[in-house]
């Protein structure tokens, strides 16, 4: 899976942790625990900030699928 979604300008699209709660739809502060946890989905560090590629945050959409119990 290609986990680089890249932007008009041909540079890649990185989300601020605000959008990329957005995206999963859990609180900024789910994904700040998830960090500290070493959990969560992947991210990369700019200097102090963090930011995350829409490709790593399906990805880790699709790893919490669960099947139905019988």
Not at 4 to 14: F, W
Not at 19 to 38: C, E, F, I, K, N
């Amino acid at each position: 899976m290609n986990s680089t979604t890249i932007s008009p300008t041909g540079a890649p699209v990185l989300l601020n942790e605000h959008d990329a709660a957005m995206w999963l739809t859990v609180s900024v502060g789910s994904l700040r625990a998830w960090r500290g946890q070493g959990t969560g989905p992947r991210y990369i560090k700019v200097g102090a900030q963090v930011r995350y590629r829409p490709g790593d945050l399906d990805a880790y959409l699709e790893s919490q699928l669960c099947e139905p119990s019988r």
